[in-house]
């Protein structure tokens, strides 16, 4: 969902690392402005709570993983971007990518129109990409991009600076798309996995803006996860209750504020440049100090903890896997 806490601190969807929404970015190609690159993060690979490895298969089979796009405002999904697995006897996996336009983007099913197949996923360090029709496709292990003190943060955000994720892993769903798929400039961005249990798909996460999870628990927060960002409205009341519990803000404020954090949708323009949290997110835009200074109304800084210098300049821009599987 985002977040970075729903492993670490909460447990992973369904049970299953694999479902596990890290982050979401989008940004316009650099040094190409008509296209645009979208980055779904999943799997990471390590939780801090129990400390420990999860599985060394990055994907699931079992599962869809959906870059979903509203290009209309009502927070319904007009375009999707469908990505489903399949594991070889050898354990090597591929993917196929299909889009899906119109009502059944907002549907929950398996079709679509077929843009990339039998795609290879990558497990080492060389990145294996695909093209077609324009699209370039990578699934696979990558560096973890994201940067925090996520111990500062479980430890009563007692902050001593250090970086978590700097020797993480990730899986990463990265996809360049051209910006006339798009049809419009105003677009509203999520991502979400579904597990097939039985004959049906059920949603196992979802979300766009870093960290929000933290703000519910229970039986809100598993509404939240099996939600979508056109039901959101039913959370501002919770989300200003943590606002202003956390950052001591008067109840009006907290609620204007909790209303401008709903529905759970990444702003995203592609002719204009990225910068979370206005427009998209790029992989160096400092997220969790953002998401903080929020939190707290300023009462709590982060430490400043630089972007990881394991970037790349080409697609797919994330760094390699710090340990190859």
């Known amino acids: 969902m985002s977040h970075h806490y729903s492993g670490p601190y909460f447990g992973f969807p369904q049970g299953d690392a694999r479902l596990d929404l ?31 490895r999860t599985t060394c298969e990055p994907f699931s089979p079992d599962a869809l993983y959906e870059f979903k796009i509203d290009t209309d405002g009502d927070a319904v999904a007009n375009i999707t971007y469908r990505v489903r697995f399949s594991t070889s006897r050898d354990g090597s996996q591929t993917a196929t990518l299909r889009r899906v336009e119109g009502t059944q983007a907002a549907g929950t099913d ?31 292990w990558r560096s973890e991009p994201f940067f925090f003190d996520t111990r500062g943060a479980l430890n009563n955000m007692q902050f001593t600076g ?23 400039k105003s677009l509203g961005l999520w991502a979400r996995t579904l597990k097939a249990i039985g004959r049906a798909w059920v949603q196992a996460d979802r979300g766009a803006l870093p960290l929000q999870v933290a703000f519910l628990i229970g039986e809100q927060r598993e509404s939240y996860l099996a939600g979508e960002p056109a039901q959101d409205a039913r959370f501002v009341a919770a989300f200003a209750h943590a606002l202003e519990h956390a950052g001591g ?27 979370f949290p206005r427009n998209g997110r790029t992989l160096t835009d400092d997220a969790g100090d953002i998401f903080l200074a929020v939190l707290t109304n300023g009462r709590v800084p982060g430490k400043k903890i630089v972007a990881h210098t394991d970037l790349r300049a080409e697609f797919p821009y994330l760094g390699p896997p710090h340990e190859p599987r």
Request: glycine fraction near 8%.
């Open 110 to 140: 398996k079709g679509g129109q077929v843009i990339v197949e039998a795609a290879p996923v990558s497990t080492g360090r060389n990145a294996c990409v695909t093209e077609s029709g324009g699209y370039r496709f990578f699934a696979g």
């Open 249 to 275: 803000y008067a109840p009006e404020e907290a609620r204007r504020l909790a209303g401008t954090m709903l529905p759970d949708m990444l702003p995203y323009d592609p002719t204009r440049p990225a910068s």
């Open 162 to 184: 250090d970086d978590f994720f700097v020797d993480k892993d990730v899986c990463s769903i990265v996809l360049e798309v051209p910006n006339s798929v798009f049809c419009h």
């Open 22 to 52: 890290t982050d979401l970015y989008a940004f316009p190609k650099p040094g190409e402005a008509d296209k645009s690159i979208l980055i779904m993060n999943v799997h990471p690979s390590a939780s801090v709570s129990p400390m420990g």
